[in-house]
């Protein structure tokens, strides 16, 4: 069954560069979900989508943007990264029918900031 | 979200039964109470969830206190795979997952 596709896998920046991360939904999935883990912790909610629309908001700095295109994908832009962003981060997805359904997580892009 | 609690860890033998407990005792009428687990080096993967009745899927059982105050989820025979984080989450406006608290399974062979 086709699953969450994240790329890239794996990524280095130096401090205040930008990176962009990109997120395929499993196909008919509608909801887009962005979660951070930092090494040793549990992961946290960044954003989510629904119908290309942001939908919740959570621990989201106010350098980081993402949005939802017309074919359901999703990207993660990080401006002016800084160290405390190394982490992995996760996208998920889902199929909202206005009931507690399940995310289906993709494997994470790792992000290392130098 | 409704507050979990959740036991830091457990040991389990490998093929024998587990249960997770978990805990939450603000739960409202409406909360569904989901299962995710995290295995090394991988992103969470959902595990089962369920609103007042038990649930079963192919890998795992849900059984819910009738109270609805407790939940437990049992792995019917534990496998070295099943080794992970095990979180239980009760997720409200707009279905994000607030993980914290879970319990580290170790399975020993």
């Known amino acids: 069954a086709a699953g969450v596709i994240q790329s890239p896998r794996h990524l280095i920046k130096e401090k205040r560069e930008t990176a962009t991360l990109k997120c395929y939904p499993i196909?008919?999935?509608?909801?887009v979900y962005w979660y951070q883990q930092g090494p040793g912790q549990d992961p946290q909610f960044l954003i989510s989508?629904?119908?290309?629309?942001?939908?919740d908001k959570g621990s989201i700095p106010d350098r980081f943007s993402a949005q939802q295109f017309s074919d359901y994908h999703s990207e993660l832009n990080m401006s002016s990264l800084e160290l405390g962003d190394s982490a992995l981060y996760f996208c998920a997805s889902s199929f909202w029918t206005g009931k507690r359904y399940e995310q289906y997580f993709g494997p994470g892009t790792r992000l290392t900031v130098t | 979200d409704a507050k979990t609690t959740q036991p830091n860890s457990m040991e389990s033998n490998e093929e024998e039964p587990v249960h997770l407990p978990c805990n939450h005792s603000t739960i409202s009428g409406t909360d569904y109470i989901h299962w995710y687990r995290q295995l090394p080096s991988q992103g969470p993967e959902y595990v089962i969830h369920g609103l007042t009745s038990n649930v079963n899927n192919r890998m795992a059982s849900l059984a819910i206190a009738e109270d609805r105050k407790s939940s437990t989820l049992i792995l019917h025979r534990a496998t070295l795979r099943d080794a992970a984080v095990y979180y239980c989450i009760l997720p409200k406006t707009g279905n994000m997952l607030t993980f914290g608290g879970g319990t580290r399974l170790m399975v020993k062979p």
């Open positions: 196909p008919r999935h509608d909801t």
């Open positions: 989508f629904y119908e290309k629309m942001q939908s």
